[in-house]
């Protein structure tokens, strides 16, 4: 059963895009573009998933998001 995933995707600072699954710690990949870093988080992820499975772990409940004002 196909499972949907969150994850953030942002450039570091030599270029690189860094995308991580914040509800699976430590899930963490790259790519030299976008695109390749979402085919590597997607490969991640699913790794991730085959080894909780594996070690009969639960999958950690959703993180939740709010947005907060802050001035400056």
């Known amino acids: 059963m ?7 995707i942002e450039p570091d600072e030599d270029g690189v895009f860094v ?3 914040p509800v699976l710690p ?7 573009t976008r695109d390749e870093a979402v085919v590597n988080i ?3 992820i699913q790794g991730y998933l085959h080894s909780l499975a594996k070690h009969k772990e ?8 709010e947005m907060v004002e802050v001035p400056v």
């Open 58 to 65: 639960a999958i950690r409940g959703p993180v939740s998001e």
């Open 19 to 21: 995308s991580e699954c």
């Open 42 to 44: 997607r490969d991640a």
């Open 2 to 8: 196909p499972v949907l995933s969150r994850f953030l």
């Open 26 to 32: 430590g899930c963490i990949s790259q790519g030299k």
